[in-house]
């Protein structure tokens, strides 16, 4: 009986151990202390970062000198809220040459006309030929307490989707997760939902998003990434092509390849 509670004991105490190695494994990634991906430059010639006021002041100069050649600078946030430097990192990353583009986080606790009518008067007065599409950023991390159904986000990105393909001729690309891609996005087409047919960018920080540049656009492979200019961590990004395919379709940056 001892030989059998001492096993119990082994067994319990190893799933412990391994319990507490994967979520200290999931905390390092997910706080950018481990980096798991590393798309080499051969394969994915345009990488990028985005930032926000987080971010702080960024010496844009010396961020494209190590080669980074797109950024996503968040604009708002929900109906009301913008990021109070926007402005100062859009016009600072495009003076250093790099394309820009700016993003939106969705709220699920807003109307979502609202939202794209806001995400509209900050944007288009900063936006130039050339520029990224606007991105809208779709996840629950931070988000409000409310998790839509699948009709309810139907509805709501609709009204958003309607006011930005109307301001900008184009439609937004969707930033999500591997998760809320097959909860809400795989399926979009079959129901007529408005999500469907966008570009998207997956956030996978332990692995390379399933399919190929077909399927998406931008990898966020990485976050709290170490970049010289930037004070703190910043999410790392890569686009899935070459500057010829991103020329053909975004349009023609007028910057320099990196």
Same mark, same amino acid.
């Given at each position: 009986m001892r030989r059998v509670h001492r096993l119990l004991f082994l067994l319990v105490g190893g799933s412990g151990l391994l319990v507490f190695a994967a979520g200290g494994l999931a905390w390092a990634v997910s706080t950018g202390l481990l980096q798991v991906n590393h798309p080499s430059r051969s394969d994915f010639p345009l990488q990028g970062l985005d930032v926000s006021n987080h971010q702080g002041p960024v010496d844009w100069a010396t961020v494209r000198r190590q080669g980074f050649s797109f950024v996503y600078?968040?604009?708002?946030?929900?109906g009301d809220w913008s990021d109070g430097r926007y402005v100062e990192h859009?016009?600072?990353a495009r003076a250093a040459g790099l394309r820009v583009g700016a993003y939106h986080y969705f709220?699920?606790?807003r109307d979502g006309g609202e939202q794209g009518r806001h995400a509209v008067d900050v944007v288009r007065p900063?936006?130039?030929?050339?520029?990224?599409?606007?991105?809208?950023?779709?996840?629950? +991390? @931070?988000?409000?307490a409310h998790t839509p159904t699948v009709a309810e986000l139907d509805q709501e990105f609709g009204a958003f989707d309607a006011v930005v393909r109307a301001a900008f001729g184009r439609p937004p690309v969707l930033y999500v997760t591997e998760d809320f891609r097959?909860?809400?996005?795989d399926g979009a087409a079959a129901r007529g939902s408005a999500l469907a047919g966008h570009r998207l960018w997956i956030r996978n920080t332990l692995g390379r998003?399933? +399919? @190929?540049?077909?399927?998406?656009a931008f990898w966020q492979y990485a976050n709290g990434g170490r970049v010289d200019g930037v004070e703190g961590g910043v999410d790392l990004n890569t686009y899935c092509g070459d500057p010829a395919s991103a020329d053909r379709e975004f349009g023609s940056s007028g910057a320099p390849d990196a």
């Open positions: 600078v968040k604009a708002t946030e929900g859009t016009a600072g709220t699920f606790c900063q936006t130039r030929p050339g520029d990224l599409p606007l991105v809208v950023d779709l996840e629950f +991390g @931070g988000n409000c097959r909860r809400y996005v998003p399933s +399919g @190929g540049c077909e399927r998406w």
